[in-house]
């Protein structure tokens, strides 16, 4: 196993899924829930996390080719959801791109809320999808998409832990430390997205790298 690369996308995937944003909203949606329904709910959003970055990783190409989509330009609109995600981390403020008021409320009626909303689209939304979409096509061959699909599960297994622990890291960390590492998150969530901009670029216009 190349541990380098598995650090890099592990440290790229996990900072656009963010389960730290995610905890307070958990909390909220499970307030009225017993301790049990609570760790059910946990467990539930972390296995649906991994079914859907899984099927992007399996299913993203074969998306986009149906629909006549190049990766450049999935990478470039992409790379812009990101750090428009990342910009909004960054002010430490709610990402509608996440997810908006009227879906918190809608969710506030639901008897479960593992897959909607906190699953789809406030932990594997847009961002994680394209992500993975694009972190899948560093390399095609199968030692890579096993590589990567060892980084998915490292990350659900993350959003896991963080759901269930998620009362004492909110009352350790409080508000402000919570906000902290929002910013620390968006600035790297930022740089990626630059990097995706950067390379869908090059590649729909290569006079930018020099005609190479």
Excluded at 169 to 198: D, H, P, W, Y
């Amino acid at each position: 196993m190349n541990w380098n690369e598995f650090v890099q996308l592990l440290a790229g995937l996990i900072s656009v899924v963010n389960p730290i944003t995610a905890m307070p909203v958990y909390m909220a949606l499970t307030a009225r829930k017993s301790p049990a329904e609570r760790r059910q709910t946990a467990i539930t959003a972390a296995f649906a996390v991994t079914m859907v970055l899984l099927t992007a990783l399996l299913a993203g190409e074969p998306i986009l080719r149906f629909f006549g989509i190049g990766l450049p330009a999935f990478r470039v609109a992409g790379g812009l959801l990101l750090l428009l995600m990342g910009m909004s981390m960054l002010r430490a403020s709610d990402d509608r791109s996440r997810h908006t008021p009227e879906e918190d409320a809608e969710s506030q009626d639901k008897a479960s809320v593992a897959v909607v909303p906190l699953a789809i689209p406030l932990l594997a939304g847009p961002g994680a999808i394209s992500t993975t979409i694009v972190y899948a096509h560093r390399d095609l061959s199968l030692n890579h998409y096993l590589l990567f699909g060892g980084v998915i599960a490292t990350v659900s297994s993350i959003v896991l832990l963080f759901l269930l622990l998620a009362p004492r890291i909110v009352a350790i960390m409080g508000q402000t430390g919570m906000n902290l590492v929002t910013r620390v998150m968006g600035l790297l969530l930022s740089s990626i997205a630059v990097e995706f901009i950067a390379g869908g670029m090059t590649e729909l216009f290569p006079l930018l790298a020099g005609g190479r």
